[in-house]
């Protein structure tokens, strides 16, 4: 029987981690409305470049977009709404954002296998990479937020398939 509180999920971890795949999985199976956070912010960093400290508040205006659309999505509970996406900076105060509007209502997980098994599944990937250097900055950016986010957030996913991380990790929510 399918749970009738709505949930925003914000998916993230650094690219290769298996976020697209899992909200995914999680639109096919479970009926989530997906919002592919990496493609929004796109449109403030068309040549890229977000990460960079000059960047800051145009990311900021980036995030505030992302959030306005998932709270439109979201609809007051009407939809279940995964987040894909990176967030590439400004993560506190991202998750900040949200847990102040969705409450009880927010989950945040976090993909976070090991390096070695994000720059593989990245290189073997059909769309754009996003390579060892920004894979291993943004993991260890995540790895000092683990006591502030709580770890039982972080989900090590190497040596799953998306399958078995849906299976384990997400089938409840359908």
């Known amino acids: 029987m399918r ?12 690219g290769g981690s298996g976020k697209t795949t899992i909200a ?8 989530f409305i997906k919002i592919d956070g990496d493609n929004l912010d796109t ?15 145009k990311l900021k205006q980036a995030h505030q977009k992302i959030f306005i659309k998932v709270k439109k999505i979201f609809n007051n509970g ?10 590439f900076g ?14 009880d209502k ?6 976070f296998p090991t390096t070695e098994a994000m720059v593989k599944r990245d290189r073997e990937r059909e769309c ?15 790895e000092r937020m683990k ?11 190497t040596g799953q398939t998306p399958t078995k991380t849906f299976k384990k990790y997400f089938n409840y929510k359908c």
Do not use: H, Q
């Open 3 to 14: 749970k009738t509180d709505k949930k925003v999920l914000i998916l993230t971890g650094p």
């Open 78 to 87: 009407e939809n279940d709404v995964v987040l894909d996406y990176i967030i």
């Open 24 to 31: 995914n999985l999680l639109v096919e199976k479970c009926g």
């Open 147 to 157: 006591e502030m986010v709580d770890k039982d957030n972080f989900i090590n996913t």
């Open 128 to 142: 754009w990479t996003t390579g060892i250097n920004r894979i291993s900055a943004v993991r260890n950016e995540f």
């Open 90 to 103: 400004n993560y506190l105060d991202f998750f900040e954002m949200f847990k102040r509007e969705f409450g």
């Open 43 to 57: 449109k403030f960093f068309p040549n890229g470049g977000r990460w960079f400290p000059e960047n800051s508040e």
């Open 106 to 111: 927010l989950e945040i997980k976090i993909l």
